[in-house]
């Protein structure tokens, strides 16, 4: 028995956008999805309830920072990440590959793994397949990443060709290392660059291993959003269409959006969550920053076509106020408005699929949104 089911329910007519159900031993989700992402065992300043409310079916966890903090053994201990920190809904953790690629000032990478140093204290650690596998079995996540090289945006073919090549052998052993394939789902990430040949053979090596389920990294690292695309639109035809899609690091609404158009199911990001933080947010008609003076007397709601908690209950006014003042509360009620947002647009890119009208509600949502100006305000 598989952990991880994949259901196609419909693909769009109009783009080609999959519509489809994910089940997990902590229930089923639909998709596209976007995943809130919870790195230290929680969204921040969001309790479970509230992101229950908001519609969240799936959110992820970090497993290189709850190895740091508090110690992979103190959450096994409690009974597993969803007992920790009082979540039954699915859990997705990552294999810690982004962040030592991103937190390490230090890091030497062999075919047995990578030699870095902690971010907090500098102690010398090292993560390797096997380690990444123990960690989140121990973590008991839903769904497990393998454990993966993240090369920088720009590489050459030449240092891809090498990394692609190890990736897929650290897949290899992640697989061998996997001691709860019956409870957890591990799903293999295609590396390769912009380089079609590249992501052709680690598409083809992954596909090989029979994982439950496929993500696309090492995108939305810098890259510019037509490469992003360009890369999208020749790697997703090549993994298999009964298993879910994950394109990691993705949360800007267009390229949600764009990504579902390509093919993919699952997404997640921490930019709705950190943008709030600073004041930074998400309305149907573009980006707004609540700290600018304009709003000070501005008694009306973020965003009037949006019926969430912060929008139906507080003004604008009000959360510049707390926002300036560094209130806690002022981030929550941000942070609730971004998540909400998301997980509303990817409600309405799931419609606009059943009703075969992707293509159409992309370009009303652009046009709305501001997308289709020049120079644009992105995230």
Known sequence: MTAIRYELIKTCKQTGARLGRVHTPHGSFETPVFM?????????????????????????????????RPGQEIVE??????????????????????????LSEFRKIEEEGVHFRNHLNGDKLFLSPEKAMEIQNSLGSDIMMAFDECPPFPATY???????????????????????????????????GEYEELRKQSAKDLVSLDFPGYA???????????????????????LPSN????????????????????GIDMFDCVLPTRIARNG??????GRLVVKNAKFAKDFGPIDE????????????????????????????LTTYHNLYFLLKLMEQVRQAIREDRL????????????????NAKNF
Not at 159 to 178: D, F, G, I, P
């Open 359 to 374: 293509g159409d509600f992309r370009e009303e949502f652009f046009e709305r949104y501001g997308f289709n100006k020049p």
């Open 158 to 192: 030449e240092y891809m060709q090498k990394s692609v090549e190890r990736t897929s052998r650290w897949a290899e052993r992640c697989l061998n290392a996997h001691k709860r394939p019956n409870d957890q789902g591990l799903f293999g990430i295609v590396q390769g």
């Open 77 to 102: 201990e409690a009974g597993g990440l969803h007992k920790f920190m009082n979540w039954d809904r699915a859990i997705l953790t990552d294999s810690g590959g982004f962040q030592v690629f991103s």
């Open 280 to 285: 930074t947010l998400m309305t149907s008609e």
């Open 36 to 68: 809130p992402v919870g790195t230290l065992a929680t969204v921040k300043t969001m309790s479970p309830e509230e992101l229950v409310q908001m519609g969240a079916g799936i959110i992820l966890s970090n497993t290189y920072h709850l190895w740091l």
């Open 305 to 332: 076509h949006c019926d969430c908690y912060t929008c139906r209950n507080y003004s604008r006014a009000y959360i510049r106020h707390l926002i300036r003042c560094d209130e806690t509360f002022g981030i929550r």
């Open 216 to 238: 696309v990294g090492g995108l939305s690292v810098g890259e510019p959003k037509d490469v992003m695309n360009r890369v999208l639109e020749f790697t997703t035809p090549l």
């Open 243 to 262: 298993k879910p899609r994950y394109l990691m690091g993705v949360g800007s609404p267009d390229s949600l959006i764009d990504g579902a158009i390509r």
